[in-house]
Structures are given as structure tokens and as C-alpha cells.
């Protein structure tokens, strides 16, 4: 019997040979199938919801609904409708001696994504490795194990169907020795992504010996600058920080000019009524202090900077310039995303040319660091890092390249 390593380099050699139109064509009949197959994934999922306590800030990663199904076939579609990334002609040069030299796209091969309680990954990840020619292979968490093996289920059931090989898609066992195989899968895979918070990539980054690409923790930071809109800055902090906590681009800090300490308790008004808890520095405690709920108000400690809260809480840092926000903002950024809310254009265009992050934001919610958001169909992650891929993730940064040489019979002297 053939391993999984085995069988999914097998399978990259078939899928080489498929066209554009056939990816396109299979990849719309599968977004048609989900929705007909709700019941099924819904259940499973409703079985690994029953294994997780509700007030668990991850639960909303692991649920999902027939409204989020709903979404995750219409970014499919999306997906499907996008040009290939591969095959494509990057350069194109002839040397003196006549030789002719192309450089052109190709896909990795075999990607590997480790990624906690977010089955929707599953979909997402599928979608973007067929469409880009890759096989994958996915190491879901435990918590999602049901939920993932229905959805994978459903994709080896539309790939038979097409007479394709059901190796394009490997879902791993859940636990740790299935991660550490693939973590060693030398050879075999050529490119791991994991997708979760901080623990999970400084797990893998020690560990692989596959190549990775970092991924997902996100320390966000927003700063309201002296010259900041307070109606602007506002709705961004509310959206940025409770649209959905649980993502990685949602609000950690926002720090605040001290010039607008008076501002604060309106800024922050609207997060009382999703019960957000604060953590402020003295400055930014005395101006909310009394006007905002006391049982939400704590002073900061040693762990409120520099942490992915991944829940309903916030932490305050006042400052007396840009500069100082932007230093805060260099010790504790995980380099994700980072906001600054002005009406200065050069505080603007400072911040933004200062700033180390893979997304640099001027009056905009980082609640937008969304593959689907920027333009890219989907995402397989927001990469941290700067080598080969920075920020969202799309269809482009599955690719890799190769050289294409022709002559007429060169030689070197």
C-alpha cells in the first residue's frame, strides 16, 4: 500500500496535464456542490462545536453556517474565474549566440498547510492549490477533524467524478505525529504553510525541515494620531477590533497622542456595548475612567503590549508623538498589519514609508487584510515574512518559476 508521500507525487505528474478549462470547470462544480451537501458538513461540524466550551474566542473560527457555506462557494467561484498564475511568461530575452531564455510560472507541487480550528481553510485551500496546480496536503487541528473530513470528502468525491485522481487532496490524521511526518517530508513536499497563531508558526519554523512560509499571528496596532478624525477614528477602532476577534486582523493596541486623551471616552464608546475589555496605561485610564464600564476597565500589565488577544479585549498606549507610536509599534508588531488614523498627509506618508508591516494602513479598518478584500479571489494566508510572499497570499504566490532554454545547437567555449 502507498504512503501518502507517494501517492500525492503521483498525483502531481497527472495534474500537470490538465488544462485550464478542466481546473475552471471542476473547481464551479464543486462551489454548485456544497450547498447541496450543507447537511452533511453542517452535522460534522456540529459534532467537533459539541467538543468546544462556547466562550472559546476560536468557537466562531470552528462554526460554521449555511450563511458561511454560502460565502465560502461564491470566493470558490471566484477562485475559478481567475486567470491561471502558471504557465505564464515572467521575461523573455535572446543572448547574443541566439539562445532564447524564458522564465515562466510553475507551481510548487505538493503544499503542505497546517492550520488550527478554521475548516473553511479546507475549501480555501483546495481551491487555491487546484487552481494554481498544486497538490496539497492539509493538517487540520483536532478541534475541526469531523468538519474537515467531510469537506475533503466532498472535494475526492467531485475530483472521482471527473476522473481525477483523489490524491490531489490529502487530509492528514488529527495529532501530533501526523504534523511531525509531514514535517519531515522531505522530498516530497516543497512548500509548508501553517496557518494559526503564534505558537503554532514558532512550532513549525523550529521544526520543519520542509521550507515554510510564516504565517497568520497578528499583533495589530492602530494609531490615532493629533491630527486624527474622530468620527473616522471611531468606526475604524469599533470594526477593526469586533468584526470578528477571533481573525488576525483584528485590533491588539491602539495607541493614542496624548493631545487627544479628551477623545478617548467617545472613541471607545461603542465598544462598551460588545463588552470589550480595556487594558490602559495610567494616561488613557484616567480619561476613561468613570466613562467607561468599570468592570471593562483594567490597567495594562506586563503581557497587554505584544499580545494576539483573539478576543474581546484591547489594550491602550499613550504616546506624545509619531515617533513614539511608531517605536511602540517596531517593539511589539508581529510586521501584519498596522493603521495610522490622520488628516496629516506627511504624518500619513511617514508612517506608511517607517512603518515594517506586510500591510501599512491610513484611515482604513485592518479588518481589509483579506486575500477576497485585496482583489486575490481567496487567500491560503497573510504571510509575516519578506522572503517570496509578503501579506495576503493568493493564486501568484503558489507559484514558483522555472528557466525554458532553446537553441540551435550553442555550445560553451
Known amino acids: 500500500m502507498q504512503t501518502w508521500q507517494q501517492n500525492a507525487q503521483s498525483a502531481v505528474s497527472k495534474f500537470n496535464l490538465l488544462n485550464e478549462e478542466n481546473i475552471k470547470t471542476l473547481l464551479l462544480q464543486l462551489a454548485d456542490s456544497i450547498l447541496p451537501n450543507a447537511d452533511k458538513i453542517l452535522e460534522a461540524n456540529s459534532q467537533d462545536l459539541a467538543e468546544?466550551?462556547?466562550?472559546?474566542?476560536?468557537?466562531?473560527?470552528?462554526?460554521?453556517?449555511?450563511?458561511?457555506?454560502?460565502?465560502?462557494?461564491?470566493?470558490?467561484?471566484?477562485?475559478?474565474?481567475?486567470p491561471s498564475p502558471f504557465g505564464k511568461t515572467l521575461s523573455e530575452t535572446i543572448r547574443p549566440n541566439g539562445m532564447k531564455i524564458k522564465k515562466i510560472s510553475v507551481p510548487f507541487g505538493v503544499v503542505g498547510v497546517i492550520y488550527e480550528a478554521r475548516p473553511n481553510v479546507s475549501f480555501d485551500v483546495f481551491s487555491l492549490c487546484f487552481k494554481s496546480g498544486n497538490v496539497c496536503v492539509l493538517k487540520g487541528g483536532s478541534d475541526a477533524y469531523q468538519s474537515n473530513l467531510a469537506i475533503v470528502n466532498l472535494i475526492k468525491k467531485v475530483l472521482c467524478e471527473n476522473g481525477l485522481d483523489e490524491n490531489i487532496v490529502t487530509l492528514l490524521p488529527a495529532g501530533r505525529d501526523a504534523t511531525a511526518e509531514l514535517m519531515n517530508a522531505t522530498g516530497t513536499v516543497d512548500l509548508i504553510i501553517p496557518r494559526g497563531g503564534k505558537g503554532l508558526i514558532d512550532f513549525?519554523?523550529?521544526?520543519?525541515?520542509?521550507?515554510?512560509?510564516?504565517?497568520?499571528?497578528?499583533?495589530?496596532h492602530s494609531y490615532f494620531d493629533e491630527d486624527g478624525d474622530k468620527e473616522k477614528g471611531k468606526n475604524i477602532i469599533f470594526n477593526a477590533k469586533t468584526r470578528r476577534v477571533s481573525v488576525c486582523n483584528a485590533l491588539d493596541c491602539l495607541i493614542i497622542n496624548q493631545k487627544r486623551l479628551n477623545d478617548l471616552p467617545y472613541i471607545c464608546d461603542d465598544l462598551a456595548e460588545k463588552s470589550v475589555v480595556i487594558y490602559a496605561d495610567d494616561e488613557a485610564y484616567?480619561?476613561?475612567?468613570?466613562?467607561?464600564?468599570?468592570?471593562?476597565?483594567?490597567?495594562?500589565?506586563?503581557?497587554?503590549?505584544?499580545?494576539?488577544f483573539l478576543d474581546y479585549k484591547l489594550a491602550i498606549k499613550t504616546v506624545a508623538n509619531l515617533q513614539q507610536a511608531i517605536e511602540h509599534i517596531a517593539k511589539y508588531s508581529s510586521r501584519h498589519s498596522e493603521c495610522i488614523i490622520t488628516e496629516n498627509e506627511e504624518n500619513s506618508e511617514y508612517f506608511t514609508k517607517v512603518v515594517d508591516a506586510a500591510c501599512v494602513y491610513t484611515n482604513v479598518s485592518t479588518a481589509f487584510t483579506d486575500g477576497a478584500q485585496f482583489g486575490l479571489g481567496a487567500e491560503i494566508g497573510i504571510s509575516t515574512q519578506k522572503l517570496h510572499a509578503r501579506g495576503p497570499m493568493g493564486l501568484a504566490e503558489l507559484c514558483t518559476y522555472k528557466w525554458i532554454v532553446n537553441g540551435e545547437g550553442q555550445t560553451r567555449n
Do not use: F, W
Not at 472559546?56 to 474565474?81: C, F, H, K, W
Open 52 to 82: 468546544m466550551d462556547k466562550s472559546n474566542p476560536m468557537y466562531d473560527r470552528l462554526q460554521l453556517t449555511e450563511s458561511r457555506l454560502e460565502g465560502i462557494a461564491a470566493d470558490m467561484r471566484n477562485v475559478a474565474d481567475l
Open 204 to 220: 513549525v519554523r523550529t521544526n520543519s525541515k520542509v521550507p515554510m512560509i510564516e504565517t497568520g499571528a497578528g499583533i495589530v
Open 286 to 308: 484616567e480619561a476613561l475612567a468613570g466613562k467607561y464600564p468599570y468592570d471593562l476597565l483594567l490597567h495594562v500589565d506586563e503581557t497587554s503590549y505584544g499580545t494576539e
